[in-house]
């Protein structure tokens, strides 16, 4: 399946654990991705992503390339395929304080929501990566039981 999204991963383990970033156009995924690849994340796609049995691609014409505004394309290391842990939906707004957990309705993995634009976004982003793969636990939210 072929989405408009971006994509990074914590090489952590074989295939890296990745998150998928999805909104709409000018929402900030390119932006949230650069700033992740800077905590240590590594590209999967950008732009666009291809998903199938859990793992995540770059389009082969796509493979390597990061579209940073203001300065242009970049070709970049990226893993791929990467096992596909969680989706963040990204919002001009910032969510709920305390959300519900939910799994996204096309992909069934836990989803969350970020304004991409707050300055602990990325931070957020793999706080919430962690809490989704089971390597911290959370007491109330989005992944707690």
Same mark, same amino acid.
């Given at each position: 399946?072929?989405?408009?999204?971006?994509?990074?991963?914590?090489?952590?383990?074989? $295939?890296?654990?990745?998150?998928?970033?999805?909104?709409?156009?000018?929402? $900030?995924?390119?932006?949230?991705?650069?700033?992740?690849?800077?905590?240590?994340?590594?590209?999967?796609?950008?732009?666009?992503?291809?998903?199938?049995?859990?793992?995540?691609?770059?389009?082969?014409?796509?493979?390597?390339?990061?579209?940073?505004?203001?300065?242009?394309?970049?070709?970049?290391?990226?893993?791929?395929?990467?096992?596909?842990?969680?989706?963040?939906?990204?919002?001009?707004?910032?969510?709920?304080?305390?959300?519900?957990?939910?799994?996204?309705?096309?992909?069934?993995?836990?989803?969350?929501?970020?304004?991409?634009?707050?300055?602990?976004?990325?931070?957020?982003?793999?706080?919430?990566?962690?809490?989704?793969? $089971?390597?911290?636990?959370?007491?109330?939210?989005?992944?707690?039981?």
């Amino acid at each position: 399946m072929h989405w408009h999204a971006s994509c990074a991963a914590r090489q952590n383990q074989p $295939g890296g654990d990745a998150l998928l970033l999805l909104g709409p156009s000018g929402a $900030g995924k390119s932006d949230l991705l650069l700033r992740l690849i800077d905590k240590g994340f590594s590209l999967v796609a950008d732009d666009q992503v291809l998903i199938q049995d859990g793992m995540a691609s770059p389009p082969p014409a796509l493979a390597g390339l990061l579209e940073v505004r203001g300065l242009g394309l970049f070709r970049l290391p990226y893993i791929a395929p990467a096992r596909l842990r969680l989706v963040i939906s990204l919002s001009s707004t910032m969510g709920e304080r305390l959300p519900i957990p939910h799994l996204h309705a096309e992909l069934n993995l836990p989803e969350v929501t970020l304004n991409a634009s707050h300055p602990a976004a990325a931070a957020r982003a793999a706080l919430a990566l962690e809490a989704a793969c $089971g390597r911290i636990t959370q007491q109330a939210g989005a992944f707690a039981i």
